[in-house]
């Protein structure tokens, strides 16, 4: 596989991630959640009904925000475990939550990215323990490992 090459226009990525992170105001209906999962909209619709995937708000009766993706992977890989479909979403429900409190807390240790030939270093702020240092995350290739700055 070749390796990527560098974008030629330079865009701030720190911010597109952390908009990423952020309580997203992007919609999904029941066609476009039925394409990203693989899941037949004559289930998901199913889902909804019982609760166990949960639409935004009654303004928006047929739209989902994109963590509901999360959601029914979730269920779909507890359901190809085994699990009922009720047993498969009180999973999900758990392992939702969790996605939810790691994009928040990542949301709020982001501080900078940077991304060289070499790797990609993720400044995640002042390490707690020391606060004159700052918790770095340095990815190279499928490695990372962290360091203090």
């Known amino acids: 596989m ?3 090459t560098r974008p030629t226009e330079a865009i701030n ?3 597109f991630m952390r908009k990423v992170f952020e309580q997203s105001n992007l919609y999904l209906g029941f066609t476009e959640l039925a394409s990203i999962t693989d899941v037949p909209q004559n289930k998901l619709r199913y889902w909804s ?9 009654s303004n928006k009766k047929n ?9 029914i992977y979730t269920i779909k890989f507890f359901q190809n475990k085994g699990f009922t479909l009720a047993a498969a979403a009180q ?18 240790r982001l501080q900078k990215i940077e991304k060289t030939p070499e790797c990609t270093i993720i400044d995640l702020g002042q390490f707690d323990p020391d606060p004159s240092k700052r918790l770095i995350l340095r990815v190279e290739g ?4 962290f360091e203090l700055n």
């Open 2 to 4: 070749d390796k990527p």
């Open 13 to 15: 990525f720190y911010d």
């Open 49 to 57: 009904q019982k609760g166990y995937i949960r639409t935004c708000d």
């Open 63 to 71: 739209h989902f925000k994109f963590d509901a993706v999360f959601q």
């Open 91 to 108: 999973k999900a429900a758990y392992y939702s939550q969790t996605f939810r409190e790691i994009k928040a807390a990542t949301h709020l």
């Open 142 to 145: 499928d490695q990372s490992r």
